[in-house]
């Protein structure tokens, strides 16, 4: 099972299209987007419009559930009323020979949307929180950095960000969580190119603050 997982498109409309155009040249066997549609770009109708056509799963990020600042105001109303109601968790219970494995899927953590599960976050307390969830891996996004990290039997997978990395590296990251039959993980982070500049040159040519064309150009 090949699942591919993505977050914080962020009204990246370049970025959403490249990597679409990736993401189809794989053909994973299930999509699962983890949120933050909007904010920080031109362009939330367009990225929400193709998620729906696509009838892709969708979390609702903590972006999503804004109306004001950052252009939050230009997501139409009938988006609006999709965000207001896509879910906190999806989770994902396999049944692979003898052995149970659940997967869950967060923005920020399963106890909080705003809450951030960074690489360096107290090993005790994710385990904890992963126990909580009933989870096996923990995937999420929120943070824009990208990473694996195994704390004994159990994972944790920051997704990175499609439309504003914050890692230092500009592509646009998601992930390729590939599942065997003997629970076998492995975690793929693919990076892929877009037109940085187009979408930076948005941000200026709107009302925007500038840094934040400054953030897509240098990945911070």
Known sequence: MRIALFSDIHANLPAFEAFLEDLDSRKPDAVYCLGDLIGYNIWPNEVIAEIRRRGMAT???NHDLKTKGYAYELVSADNRAYLNTLPAH???EY???NDHLNVVLAHGST???NEYVLEDTDDAYVLDMMVEAKADILC???SHKPYH???GNKHVINIGSVGKPKDGDPRGCYVLLNIAGDSDITVEFVRFFYDIEKAANAV???ELPDELAERLRTAH
Request: net charge positive; no cysteine.
């Open 59 to 61: 979390l609702a990020g």
């Open 111 to 113: 106890r909080s949307i």
């Open 95 to 97: 049944q692979l020979n």
């Open 149 to 151: 990290r195994v704390i």
């Open 90 to 92: 999806i989770k994902l």
């Open 140 to 142: 999420v996004g929120h």
């Open 204 to 206: 200026e040519d709107s």
